[in-house]
């Protein structure tokens, strides 16, 4: 069965402080990946998605990035965290089988604090 | 940009009752629907997902479609207290090559004893 794995759980940064989030899948294989965030009271919002290594696009321009450097490994990065950054950040993957039918399935999340 | 819309909540109903969560979206393009629950502080997770037009039933929740109308419910049978959580709704593009899921902000659902 697949499951999908995020570290760190909980995380409270300063302002201007790097970031490292990584997000990896186990039991499936070139599967999409995607990044949100979910701020405080807010809907989810699609930060970032793949579709196989080294192919990332981004939906939303701002201070985070993200990388792929391995089949089931998906990255969230960023070089100076602003407090505008905090939120819970959620991983997830989803396999095509059929065009426009694809199950998304999320990882346990990681909750981030800039303060 | 397609929206989805959900009543925001919260919708409180007693033990045993039935609760009805409804979600629209904006376009007729849209092929697939997803409802998640996610319980305070936890991630998403799947109950139902719908692709064609009526109803489909897994225990106590039933996913109703209706692609002419633009509207999706779900209804939970029997609610109990478990049952309390923010309730996502989420469609799909036809013919999308990502599988990029357009979700609403949810419903609050409380089911009180």
């Known amino acids: 069965s697949q499951t999908i794995h995020q570290w760190p759980a909980t995380l409270v940064q300063p302002v201007g402080s790097p970031l490292s989030l990584e997000c990896t899948v186990e039991g499936t294989s070139n599967p999409n990946l995607y990044w949100y965030r979910q701020a405080a009271g807010r809907g989810l919002q699609l930060l970032f998605y793949s579709i196989g290594i080294d192919q990332i696009s981004s939906e939303v321009p701002q201070n985070l990035s993200a990388s792929r450097p391995q089949d089931r490994q998906f990255i969230l990065s960023s070089k100076k965290l602003l407090l505008s950054d905090s939120g819970f950040y959620l991983c997830?993957?989803?396999?095509?089988?059929?065009?426009?039918?694809?199950?998304?399935?999320f990882g346990p999340g990681t909750r981030l604090t800039v303060l | 940009q397609k929206e989805v819309e959900q009543n925001s909540g919260p919708l409180s109903v007693p033990e045993g009752a039935i609760a009805s969560l409804n979600c629209t979206y904006s376009d007729r393009v849209s092929q697939s629907f997803f409802w998640y629950r996610q319980y305070s502080g936890k991630s998403p997770e799947l109950i139902m997902s719908?692709?064609?037009?009526g109803d489909k039933e897994d225990g106590r929740f039933t996913a109703q479609l209706n692609k002419a109308s633009q509207y999706v419910s779900l209804l939970i049978r029997d609610s109990q207290p478990s049952d309390s959580a923010t309730y996502l709704c989420a469609v799909i593009d036809r013919g999308s090559t990502l599988g990029r899921l357009y979700f609403g902000r949810g419903t609050q659902l409380t089911v009180w004893p």
């Open positions: 997830a993957w989803s396999v095509q089988i059929i065009k426009g039918t694809d199950t998304q399935y």
């Open positions: 719908i692709y064609s037009n």
